[in-house]
């Protein structure tokens, strides 16, 4: 039985190295059911990082990843998303050579075909730029197009924890609103979301809480919409 | 040329063609899935032919630690039908196939956990290929091995027919090597294009990274590719066998060194380039005249230079400077 009060996720005292380079260095987040937690932070602060150890791409030096009770930390990547847990990478990595309808299928490659079908047209009903596209490479898809793909993928497989990389980068402003507005109607349905933003305004305008990474550490945390306007963040994050 | 000489080294290239495309294919699968080429593929061709000569004729009586060793005393069930050497083929191209996971496990898996350079996995995968053929001469010596032409059953050995007034023959084993061929390749293109394995094998070789975000175990999809990889190497060489003999363990080493020609005169990493690659080389070695038969070999690489002149990326291939 999991206990209700929980999180959902649970990252302890996290350190990841790439190499020689402590990319991660100590940090703890935690992410209860139902929420929207957004990582934010300078290019290179580590958020990036913090989610492949999630989605166990990357192997921690240190530390404790849990997941509803379940300690993840050495799990294989592939097993995540069993358990639940789906990411739309940074840079989107929509499957190019393959179709959207392909992309969508692969996304629900852990789930039944009967399930995935059902949820395809879900997916193309929610997102009808995407069921007009279905045959195309996603490759050829605009910016927009792929970020709404890779978040439809990531969908496909019914998660529990939705990590969302960067969604924002290289979107023009009006698509950046789109998709946050599908981020938010996500959550709306029940859908806990990780995110991670170098939109600092944004991101903390779309989440309840937010944790503030500075080379590879955890500088400061609390409710998105103190934090907003605390002095420290504003300095360094919000351009004031 | 006269038509008929055309028509006969017609069918000797599409035949030789096909076995070099089925060959071949190991490779693509390989270095579209690791990046990498298996230099032990020539040795797996090898064993397959020679895992077949072992279901169908059971003994190697010339020379080698298995001499005096027969496994079957009344005679080999695999032998006598086609239906039976067909699945003794089968079976022998399954044993190359688990031979080639085996060679992963050894030669590629602990060069890659440990973030080795490809280049010493290429090496690796060279020093696997030279224990293996010696393995074989080892055990059953470096003699040349034929099967017996009765293995097959009552099958007519040849078609011929006229063309004017020249006779042209296509052996019945050119014939199979060709159709098994086209089966193969209509099989792997099926499976690879249109069903979820195929499309999770796409995703795992365009990028294994994204691929394990979408729960696919690239682990295991390594170890299906050279199960693939195996199977189609044992496949090419038990026809190659079938056909010309099993010339010694070192015979697969050319075919080894011709598959590279292969890939690269086709695209690497593309898998119509290898077919197509196979074909024209297949073509190109059965049209060189009578005289110059000796050197048949080099045919094979001379397209090799030549096409890395004029299209480095090979007839079917992508551009290798990519845009930025």
């Known amino acids: 039985m999991t206990d209700s009060k929980a999180p959902l996720l649970s990252i302890e005292n996290l350190s990841v190295n790439y190499g020689a380079i402590q990319a991660v260095r100590d940090l703890s987040v935690a992410v209860n059911e139902g929420e929207v937690v957004t990582l934010i932070g300078a290019n290179g602060a580590g958020k990036t990082t913090t989610l492949r150890a999630v989605s166990r791409l990357l192997k921690p030096v240190a530390g404790r990843i849990t997941f509803m009770g379940r300690d993840i930390t050495r799990l294989p990547a592939d097993e995540a998303v069993k358990l639940g847990i789906a990411q739309s990478p940074e840079g989107r990595q929509v499957l190019a050579r393959q179709s959207v309808q392909d992309n969508l299928e692969l996304g629900g490659y852990t789930r039944s075909n009967a399930e995935v079908k059902i949820d395809i047209d879900r997916m193309y009903g929610r997102f009808p730029r995407l069921g007009e596209r279905r045959s195309q490479m996603a490759g050829t898809l605009s910016g927009g197009e792929q970020q709404m793909l890779a978040i439809a993928r990531a969908l496909m497989s019914r998660p529990k ?20 507005d599908i981020i938010r109607e996500l959550n709306a349905q029940g859908v806990t979301i990780l995110l991670v933003e170098q939109n600092a305004r944004l991101a903390m305008q779309s989440s309840h809480r937010t944790y503030v990474l500075d080379a590879g550490q955890l500088t400061l945390q609390g409710n998105s919409a103190e934090l907003v306007n605390d002095e420290r963040v504003l300095q360094a994050y919000l351009g004031g | 040329m006269e038509l008929s000489s055309f028509v006969q080294n017609l069918m000797n290239g599409l035949a030789i063609g096909s076995v070099y495309a089925i060959f071949a294919l190991g490779y693509t699968l390989v270095f579209s899935i690791l990046g990498i080429i298996n230099f032990a593929h020539g040795a797996v061709f090898t064993l397959g032919a020679y895992f077949t000569y072992t279901l169908v004729v059971g003994q190697f009586e010339n020379n080698g630690l298995l001499k005096g060793i027969n496994l079957f005393p009344d005679g080999s069930p695999f032998s006598g039908s086609a239906v039976m050497f067909g699945l003794a083929t089968i079976l022998g191209a399954c044993a190359a196939g ?90 792997l293109g099926y499976v690879i294009g249109r069903t979820k394995v195929g499309k999770a094998l796409r995703a795992v070789a365009e990028s294994p990274s994204t691929a394990s975000l979408l729960g696919i175990s690239v682990d295991r999809f390594i170890l299906i590719t050279f199960f693939l990889s ?50 024209v080389i297949g073509l190109a070695e059965a049209f060189v005249p009578a005289e110059y038969s000796a050197y048949k070999d080099a045919v094979a690489f001379a397209l090799l230079f030549v096409i890395l002149l004029v299209r480095p990326q090979g007839l079917l291939g992508r551009n290798l400077i990519q845009k930025v």
Request: proline letters at 5%.
């Open chain 2, 98 to 187: 688990a031979v080639a996971v085996l060679i992963e496990r050894l030669a590629f898996r602990p060069m890659r956990s440990r973030g080795a350079d490809p280049l010493l996995a290429l090496v690796s995968s060279l020093g696997v290929a030279l224990v293996i053929v010696n393995l074989i001469q080892l055990l059953v010596g470096a003699e040349i091995y034929n099967f017996p032409s009765d293995a097959y059953g009552e099958v007519r050995p040849a078609l011929s027919f006229k063309i004017g007034e020249k006779i042209v023959i296509i052996r019945t084993v050119q014939l199979i090597i060709f159709a098994v061929s086209l089966v193969m390749l209509a099989v």
């Open chain 2, 230 to 279: 195996g199977f189609l190497g044992g496949l090419a060489g038990t026809l190659v066998g079938t056909a010309f003999g099993v010339a010694g363990p070192y015979f697969g080493v050319v075919y080894g060194l011709k598959g590279l020609a292969v890939i690269v005169l086709g695209g690497l990493g593309s898998i119509p380039g290898a077919v197509a690659g196979g074909l």
């Open chain 1, 161 to 180: 924890l939705l990590l969302l990389d960067e969604p924002s980068l290289g979107l023009a402003p009006i698509i950046v609103r789109e998709i946050f």
